[in-house]
C-alpha cells in the first residue's frame, strides 16, 4: 500500500467521523427539542376546577401506550433502565408494545415508586 493510498484511506476515515459526528448532533438537537416540549407541556397542563375529570384523572384510569412510554423514558433517562425493563417483562412483554394495554395503569403506577423506595 502506498503512502497516497494511505493518506486517501485517512481522508476517508476523517470524512466519516465528520459524518458521525454530524448525525450525533443531530440526534442530540432532537433529544433537547423533545425534552422543552415535554417540560412545557408539563408546565402548561394545570388542572381548573370545573367538577368535571380532569384530563389527568382521564388518563390515570385509562392510560395510553405514549403515557407508558413518557412515564418509563424518564425513568430509563434516570438510570433505571434495568428495572423499567423488568416492569415490562413483569407484565408479559419483551417490549412495551407487546403489553396488554390493560396492565398501562399497573405499569405507570409500579413505575411511579421506582427509585422512592
Known sequence: MTNANKFNL?????????SLADGLEAVAYAFADSQELFVEAKEVSRPVETGQPTPKAIAEKMPTLEDVRAVL???SQNGMTSEVKGLITKYGG??????????????IKDAEVLGNG
Open 10 to 18: 485517512l481522508l476517508d476515515v476523517v470524512k466519516l467521523m465528520h
Open 73 to 75: 423514558a424518564v425513568k
Open 94 to 107: 419483551s417490549k412495551l408494545s407487546d403489553v396488554d394495554p390493560k396492565h398501562y395503569a399497573d405499569i
